[in-house]
């Protein structure tokens, strides 16, 4: 469907049921040198997925869907950044949407220029990920994603994980993995891999 019109181009998509909130966003993000989908429907998860937006802006209040509920269901897909923009006071509903997967959450009324640079910080993080089906790996942070479960990592598993990942479907050997994780393998037990 909709994908990447010019190099280095990002994509994101907004889902938002009030009309002018949603036309006053796409025209400054587009201004702002991004692509951008702005549907007047609620989008299942698999058409999400299908447009391949960098970023999705999520309103919780989607007429009578729940963002909540439908970035909980992202969240077993896909690891694409989400930034809940909502009117919702309630702390409680912040929680909710963070622990659903939401990468962040903005209030109603907002200031343009603050949620541009939450946007950019989102994105310039995506270099900073790997994702492999459903599992995500967080170089930054050394955690592992998966389901909306996260794992810390210790540096070795998360350097395993990233050969692992980078390779991603061709199959590495014992013997690569030991000389990608130390240089000096000459004083490596092939054992230590297992452990």
């Given at each position: 469907?909709?994908?990447?019109?010019?190099?280095?181009?990002?994509?994101?998509?907004?889902?938002?049921?009030?009309?002018?909130?949603?036309?006053?966003?796409?025209?400054?993000?587009?201004?702002?040198?991004?692509?951008?989908?702005?549907?007047?429907?609620?989008?299942t998860?698999?058409?999400?997925?299908?447009?391949?937006?960098?970023?999705?802006?999520?309103?919780?209040?989607?007429?009578?869907?729940?963002?909540?509920?439908?970035?909980?269901?992202?969240?077993?897909?896909t690891?694409?950044?989400i930034?809940?923009?909502?009117?919702?006071?309630?702390?409680?509903?912040?929680i909710?949407?963070?622990?659903?997967?939401?990468?962040?959450y903005?209030?109603?009324?907002?200031?343009?220029?603050?949620?541009?640079?939450?946007?950019?910080?989102?994105?310039?993080?995506i270099?900073?990920?790997?994702?492999?089906?459903?599992?995500?790996?967080?170089?930054?942070?050394?955690?592992?994603?998966?389901?909306?479960?996260?794992?810390?990592?210790?540096?070795?598993?998360?350097?395993?994980?990233?050969?692992?990942?980078?390779?991603?479907?061709?199959?590495?050997?014992r013997?690569?993995?030991?000389?990608?994780?130390?240089e000096?393998?000459?004083?490596?037990?092939?054992?230590?891999?297992?452990?």
């Amino acid at each position: 469907m909709c994908r990447k019109n010019e190099k280095n181009m990002k994509t994101l998509m907004i889902l938002e049921d009030e009309e002018l909130v949603r036309q006053e966003l796409k025209l400054f993000l587009e201004k702002n040198g991004f692509q951008v989908i702005a549907p007047d429907y609620l989008p299942t998860e698999e058409e999400i997925i299908s447009m391949h937006p960098d970023l999705l802006l999520l309103d919780i209040g989607l007429g009578e869907a729940d963002g909540i509920v439908l970035c909980r269901k992202l969240r077993q897909k896909t690891g694409i950044p989400i930034i809940f923009v909502t009117s919702q006071e309630m702390v409680q509903k912040e929680i909710e949407g963070l622990k659903a997967g939401g990468n962040d959450y903005i209030r109603k009324p907002f200031h343009f220029p603050v949620l541009l640079l939450r946007i950019q910080k989102h994105l310039e993080r995506i270099g900073e990920t790997l994702t492999v089906e459903q599992v995500t790996l967080d170089l930054v942070f050394g955690q592992l994603s998966y389901k909306g479960e996260v794992y810390d990592l210790s540096k070795k598993e998360q350097q395993i994980l990233f050969y692992l990942f980078k390779n991603y479907p061709r199959l590495m050997e014992r013997e690569e993995l030991i000389s990608c994780l130390w240089e000096n393998k000459l004083f490596v037990d092939e054992n230590i891999l297992n452990v």
